[in-house]
């Protein structure tokens, strides 16, 4: 540990004594072998842009870069698993930054380093790489929310600002209304659009040391009685998916949906920010969450690599290979958002999708770092409003629910924290409830042995907890059979041990 935080500091202290001023370039001249991890999707553009930087920087830097595939999910399970091994720039998702920074696995930004993202970056993907005080990694995209796609030929123009006319037009066509309300990333927008906040406060070194919620209020009812006018609905589906060719009138998703919607719905196309609900004579809009993709740099032993890493970074995440990644695959990109704010005013990096989002994001609650438990803790709020009879006693129930089970997290013990489980469609469970495991040194071994058929999935995860989970995709079980589910944790491999 001592040695990481030597490494670290060392290239701290090579990043803020201004080695990325031009006048600096000789200090950082040579050739480089490194590894870049990149979703599949951008690993040719990548290939492409680091090409144009050895052509273009005048540091005199050669990158000699291996492009691997490991997506913006599994990079940072795959990076704490082994960060020696681990790639020296990656791709990842912002909700995985608190894990990485605990594991030593993403280099903390120097002064210089951290000026070039505040000051280049739109204010949520900002947030979304910042712990405690400091800086850590590069906002790549601005573009991982939400919105609302539908079916024009069902849904009037003038109905698409209104939860209650929305829902009363799906049910009139006998059509679906899918929104993945039985997940924590959405169903917190309706708290959000009440005014309600959950924030996870963490120390500079990534770790959870509270949390600031107040969905259990007069406020969060409002809320629970908005979700409840729709999953109530015969309407309602619990989906996030591209359900139009299946009957729904109405999706709730991303731009990563939009060239399939646009090729379902044709000249029915619409697409608009979320809907507004009413609750006793006052209305309220939607929120979301905003997030974003990010581009870390793993600490490096030789300081001078780590700045030329950075340089690189900067480059990767400026507005050139922001507006590249914009682009329509037809063009070459991939659609992506920018997080670069002047990236994000040319009009060459819009689509229709990325306009709704902008108009949904002033709406929106940048997306902290969120501890790993929450998300199944919350998502239970749904679960229980549609349950429920929708009375406002039956209501509170559920939100004090949730109110006891996130306190629960901060009492959690040692041996809980630190203990691995299985959880997925097991033992006629479906990813709500962890099976425990037994540890033999490093392997742990669940205690019981599970009747499962083929195609059975599960994950191996720490402390009930996504933020260490093994393997980085689902496990699927193959032969049907009667097995103990057996974890290396210093690995991350899983197998199935047969039963005696």
């Not at 795959?78 to 020296?88: C, H, L, Q």
């Not at 708290?191 to 990534?206: A, E, Q, Y």
């Not at 060459?348 to 990325?354: D, F, I, K, Q, W």
Request: hydrophobic share 40%; charged share 20%; net charge negative.
């Amino acid at each position: 540990m001592k040695k990481l935080f030597a490494i670290i500091l060392a290239v701290a202290m090579v990043l803020s004594l201004g080695v990325f001023a031009s006048a600096a370039g000789s200090e950082l001249a040579g050739e480089y072998d490194v590894t870049v991890w990149a979703p599949k999707a951008a690993v040719d553009l990548t290939k492409q842009q680091i090409a144009d930087f050895n052509e273009s920087n005048e540091d005199g830097i050669i990158i000699n870069a291996t492009v691997e595939e490991v997506s913006e999910a599994d990079a940072a399970t795959n990076m704490i698993t082994d960060v020696s091994a681990g790639a020296d720039i990656y791709f990842f998702a912002q909700d995985q930054l608190s894990r990485l920074i605990q594991a030593g696995a993403v280099t903390k930004l120097g002064q210089g380093a951290a000026t070039f993202v505040t000051e280049n970056n739109s204010a949520g993907s900002v947030i979304a790489v910042k712990a405690g005080d400091d800086y850590y990694a590069y906002p790549l995209t601005d573009d991982n929310g939400y919105f609302m796609y539908y079916d024009k030929s069902v849904i009037p123009e003038e109905d698409v600002d209104s939860l209650e006319a929305l829902v009363a037009d799906c049910e009139n066509a006998n059509k679906s209304f899918s929104y993945e309300l039985e997940n924590a990333w959405y169903n917190a927008g309706f708290f959000f659009g009440v005014g309600c906040h959950s924030d996870w406060i963490t120390d500079s070194d990534g770790n959870f040391i509270a949390i600031d919620d107040d969905f259990n209020s007069d406020n969060g009812l409002i809320a629970a009685k908005g979700i409840y006018k729709l999953v109530s609905s015969p309407c309602y589906v619990n989906s996030s998916q591209t359900d139009f060719a299946s009957g729904s009138a109405v999706v709730v998703t991303g731009v990563w949906n939009y060239a399939t919607i646009l090729e379902q719905l044709g000249e029915n196309f619409g697409v608009a920010d979320l809907p507004s609900f009413e609750v006793d004579g006052e209305s309220y809009h939607i929120g979301s969450y905003s997030g974003c993709k990010l581009l870390g740099v793993k600490p490096q032993e030789d300081p001078v690599k780590g700045a030329a890493l950075n340089r690189l970074a900067q480059y990767l995440t400026g507005q050139e290979c922001q507006t590249e990644r914009a682009a329509s695959p037809d063009d070459g990109g991939m659609g992506w958002g920018p997080s670069n704010k002047a990236a994000q005013e040319d009009p060459a990096c819009s689509n229709p999708a990325l306009v709704a989002l902008a108009e949904q994001n002033a709406y929106a609650i940048p997306q902290p770092n969120i501890h790993g438990s929450w998300w199944d803790i919350a998502k239970v709020i749904t679960t229980d409003i549609k349950a429920s009879d929708g009375s406002d006693e039956a209501l509170k129930a559920a939100l004090q629910k949730y109110e006891d089970s996130i306190s629960a997290v901060f009492e959690m013990t040692d041996e809980v924290r630190n203990a691995f489980t299985v959880i997925g469609t097991v033992a006629g469970t479906n990813w709500d409830t962890d099976l425990p495991m037994t540890a033999d040194g490093d392997v742990w071994t669940s205690n019981d042995a599970f009747e499962m058929e083929a195609g059975t999935e599960f994950k191996c995860r720490q402390g009930k907890a996504w933020d260490v989970a093994y393997p980085a995709e689902n496990f699927v079980v193959e032969t049907a059979g009667t097995y103990h589910v057996q974890l290396d944790a210093v690995s991350g491999e899983v197998s199935l041990v047969p039963a005696e």
